[in-house]
């Protein structure tokens, strides 16, 4: 469903960027027995990959980031209009300054998120069969995933345009949960 989402805002022209969460303990993008990996086990702090069409920085760490401010920290000079930030639930749940667009996949998706989230909960994102379960709920908005997408993507750009406009984001930037 993200992708959905991203896809429809970078067409509107809006700079986006992703946060995802990754569960695994074990995992890395690195590969074993790659330049990048050998370089890592040498004991180099941060490899940097640098191709033609991509850049990717290996920072290896035994530690979680503890708060959403440091992993935003990583990308702060890039210059983004919207961060989509999936899944780090417990670390923005509760956060005011962080606009929430559930993205749905079951009922008890939609019932967990309104009893764990902190306003502002901007909308539901989901399967069309989810509506009842959001009206039940509270007000909050409710869009089709399948056949309301433009109707999402175009109260998120509303969203954005309204926190750079009156300056609620830092450095003109929209954080969605």
């Not at 809006?14 to 990996?37: E, M, N, P, Q």
């Not at 990583?74 to 667009?101: M, Q, T, Y």
Request: no cysteine; glycine share 6%.
């Amino acid at each position: 469903m993200i992708e959905k989402v991203v896809f429809q805002l970078s067409s509107k022209g809006l700079a986006v960027g992703t946060i995802k969460h990754i569960r695994d303990g074990d995992f890395s993008i690195d590969v074993k027995g790659k330049d990048t990996w050998r370089h890592a086990q040498a004991g180099a702090k941060i490899v940097v990959g640098a191709a033609a069409k991509q850049v990717v920085i290996l920072k290896k760490q035994t530690s979680p980031y503890q708060n959403v401010e440091e992993i935003l920290n990583l990308i702060g000079n890039e210059k983004l209009d919207v961060i989509i930030i999936e899944g780090f639930r417990s670390l923005i749940a509760k956060r005011r300054d962080v606009f929430k667009v559930v993205l749905a996949k079951s009922k008890e998706d939609v019932e967990d998120s309104f009893h764990e989230l902190t306003e502002p909960i901007v909308a539901i994102v989901g399967p069309g069969i989810l509506r009842n379960a959001v009206l039940n709920e509270k007000s909050a908005s409710f869009f089709d995933i399948d056949t309301e997408k433009e109707e999402a993507v175009q109260l998120i750009m509303r969203i954005v345009v309204n926190a750079q406009k009156h300056g609620i984001v830092k450095r003109k930037r929209a954080n969605f949960a």
